[in-house]
């Protein structure tokens, strides 16, 4: 098993920070991972982006040619990688900010208003947890208590966020195709 | 218990848990996060950090902590590094043991930020002047760049000079699951004999230093500091040798380079093509005897040299293999960073 992920937004939209939950629930699971982000002068104003490589075997290369899945938080973020997605991979398009339509008949694709649903949540910048949950709901990669119980561990040092993250991630997990 | 951290981070707990006491840098990018780690953690472990005014001073200070008896340690990124090549000509010519991170960029010049591995010549061939080199370590993952440092500060009392770890933007930035070793009691290291601690006067007095003007004196030293380099070799070498046994074409790269390359070994295996991967670790003392072994082995046909840089390790490769196989090589530049199917496209390209 090894799953392949791409996910970029503009910087502060949290698409780092979704790579970082898959990270860590990751190597709760006792899998191998790997979180490589793009760094530089282009994090700033510009799209920010990690590749994140997880596997029942130690990661070889963590650059990712083909990812199995993209998380696209903004349109440049999906213009860029949308033909890299390995056919039969999955997209995850964030439909607050990209109108666009995938065009490619080979993909799975969600289209996700995470903003519209981070707000039912009670916090519009809890969007990028949002679309963690769909891709753990939709990916299958990891067991949902798991994701859900890093949250905890992350916000640690920031208890009251917990809830409303927590709430993110559920109505993000409750998305279909 | 694992921990999922960043390699710049991992190598500052590392170089804490081997010891050292002692840090002087300057900022730069991308190896930011080691400094920026150590002005907290150093002054828990009752140690000291010095953000210096230059590279020239910081690498100096570590000079001065190293002649002193204490772990000393820098870090910076090439054109840092660069800046830093007086003093580590100084600590090699004083028998100095230190510890040196270099979290290459893309050059020359200021260059770019991005992963590249073209300080190779400046680091194994020796950046400043005089006959000298020092232990060259290339870690591949977060783990064994933990691992490399954390033993760098006993190899470098050992052999009494600096070691240089030679890493990239990539294993800086990187997060990877690291298992972090037990802290080193550094009261309990064995005293430095040679310090300038205070300890001795008159007759008896200590002393570092690095000139000589008698050439009789100071080519008896550059015999023994290459005893030493000699006695390295025959302990330090390390190699990994990945799917070479059946290989027809052998990759070989370090670093995280290495694992694209390994990558890129599983891609043809797929395809039916044998391939193996030569990975050095210590890139000096450059493992010579697994090239020859392999390129002699009557199974390898060919190398491929795989580098971020226009052609540096192939010549040691080249050395080593002696006209065996040809050596090709590939490599991406400025801070771009092949994939696993670039290499494969190159390697199909001669099939």
């Known amino acids: ?177 | 218990m694992k921990k999922l951290m960043k390699g710049n981070e991992a190598i500052a707990e590392a170089a804490i848990r081997g010891g050292c006491r002692f840090f002087a840098g300057y900022p730069i990018t991308p190896q930011n996060e080691i400094p920026e780690y150590l002005s907290w953690r150093l002054n828990e472990v009752g140690g000291a950090f010095v953000q210096a005014e230059s590279e020239v001073a910081a690498i100096n200070m570590v000079y001065g902590a190293a002649g002193a008896g204490a772990r000393a340690m820098t870090s910076s990124s090439s054109p840092g590094i660069s800046l830093k090549q007086e003093g580590i000509s100084y600590i090699c010519g004083a028998e100095l043991p230190c510890v040196i991170v270099n979290i290459v960029r893309a050059g020359p010049g200021l260059g770019g930020i991005q992963p590249a591995q073209s300080d190779y010549f400046q680091t194994v061939k020796g950046g400043g002047h005089g006959d000298y080199h020092m232990l060259v370590l290339a870690p591949a993952t977060v783990q064994e760049a933990v691992d490399l440092v954390y033993s760098a500060f006993d190899k470098a009392d050992k052999y009494r000079l600096p070691v240089m770890i030679l890493g990239d933007g990539m294993i800086g930035q990187m997060m990877e699951a690291v298992e972090l070793p037990e802290m080193v009691d550094v009261n309990a290291l064995a005293k430095k004999e040679w310090a300038t601690d205070g300890t001795g006067v008159g007759e008896n007095r200590r002393i570092v230093n690095s000139l000589y003007i008698q050439p009789d004196v100071l080519e008896e030293i550059n015999h023994k500091l290459f005893a030493v380099y000699a006695e390295m070799k025959k302990n330090e070498t390390a190699v990994e040798e990945y799917m070479c046994e059946d290989a027809e074409i052998v990759l070989t790269g370090y670093g995280t380079v290495a694992r694209i390359a390994k990558s890129a070994v599983h891609m043809l295996r797929a395809k039916g093509i044998k391939a193996g991967l030569i990975r050095p670790i210590t890139l000096y003392p450059f493992p010579d005897e697994a090239y020859a072994r392999i390129a002699g082995n009557g199974i390898c046909r060919e190398m491929l040299c795989v580098e971020l840089s226009m052609g540096q390790m192939i010549e040691d490769v080249k050395l080593s293999v002696n006209g065996k196989v040809p050596v090709e090589f590939y490599g991406r530049v400025g801070g771009n960073v092949m994939t696993a199917e670039d290499i494969v496209k190159k390697v199909m390209e001669g099939r």
């Open chain 1, 1 to 177: 098993m090894e799953e392949k992920i791409i996910a970029a937004g503009f910087g502060g939209q949290g698409a780092l920070s979704i790579g970082q939950f898959i990270a860590y629930s990751a190597l709760e699971e006792n899998l191998e991972v790997t979180w490589l982000p793009s760094y530089g002068p282009e994090m700033r104003g510009g799209t920010a982006n990690c590749s994140v490589v997880v596997s029942d075997k130690p990661v070889a290369s963590p650059i990712i040619a083909t990812p199995d899945c993209l998380i696209a938080m903004n349109k440049p973020s999906l213009a860029k990688f949308v033909n890299d997605v390995k056919p039969g991979g999955l997209i995850i398009v964030n439909s607050s900010l990209i109108e666009d339509k995938v065009e490619r008949e080979d993909v799975r694709v969600a289209y996700v208003d995470a903003n519209a649903i981070a707000l039912k949540a009670g916090n519009v910048r809890t969007a990028n947890i949002v679309i963690l949950g769909a891709y753990i709901k939709l990916s299958g990669l990891l067991p949902h208590d798991t994701v859900y119980n890093t949250i905890d561990k992350i916000f640690a040092k920031k208890p009251k966020v917990i809830p409303v993250n927590k709430q993110a991630f559920e109505l993000g997990y409750a998305i279909e195709i």
